[in-house]
């Protein structure tokens, strides 16, 4: 078992107002499974996701990663296992616009040290596993929505995490596009034996799945 949630509640409190996100989530995530987390707006997707990739704490309730329990964990050991065992794939790509496809799948290793010439052999395989060795010198505003989602893609993966969790990653794409980007994410996920948790409002997105979560009201 890679990761289990256990009764997590999430209350968000503004003066005397208290609003309950989540409301005893359990939820158990194996390596190598693929997961949707699927419910309309306002049901706790995105705290969910949050709490899962350690940007937030529960209020209640614990999450186990990798063995250890994550809720009392100090800020500085909760960032190791955000760095070393969590990948990223957000809506919006966050690509470093001066810095070409290969250099933004380059930088977690940039960041963590890693010698030029093995991060870059790292990325080059990446970029070519998701169909974009052609661009790997082009610049963000010189590829496609479609394309700068396979680079966010290959980026969370470059420092081999064991859990990829993915926020609306086809939200500002295009069917066909959105179609690509998720089975070359669900591929990547099966073939390297990770686990991948997805967040979106697209019943279509289903198929590439193992396992579709659905949430209503937390």
Not at 133 to 141: D, R, S
Not at 165 to 188: G, W, Y
């Amino acid at each position: 078992m890679l990761l289990a949630l256990k009764g997590i509640r999430k209350v968000y409190r503004m003066g005397e107002v208290a609003f309950s996100a989540l409301k005893g989530v359990d939820l158990e995530v194996e390596e190598g499974e693929m997961l949707a987390i699927m419910g309309p707006s306002g049901s706790g997707k995105s705290t969910l996701l949050h709490i899962l990739g350690l940007l937030d704490r529960p209020t209640e309730g614990e999450y186990v990663l990798m063995d250890r329990p994550t809720s009392r964990l100090a800020e500085d050991e909760r960032a190791f296992l955000r760095n070393r065992f969590l990948g990223f794939v957000f809506q919006a790509f966050f690509l470093l616009p001066r810095l070409s496809a290969l250099e933004n799948v380059e930088v977690p290793l940039a960041y963590a040290g890693v010698p030029p010439g093995t991060r870059r052999r790292r990325a080059l395989e990446l970029l070519e596993r998701v169909g974009l060795l052609e661009k790997a010198n082009n610049l963000p505003n010189q590829l496609s929505g479609g394309q700068k989602q396979r680079v966010s893609i290959a980026r969370s993966l470059i420092h081999d995490p064991s859990l990829v969790l993915a926020d609306e990653p086809t939200a500002s794409l295009d069917t066909e596009r959105a179609f690509q980007a998720v089975q070359i994410f669900s591929d990547l996920i099966h073939e390297q034996n990770k686990a991948g948790i997805m967040v979106t409002h697209d019943l279509r997105m289903a198929r590439y799945v193992d396992k579709v979560i659905q949430m209503m009201d937390g």
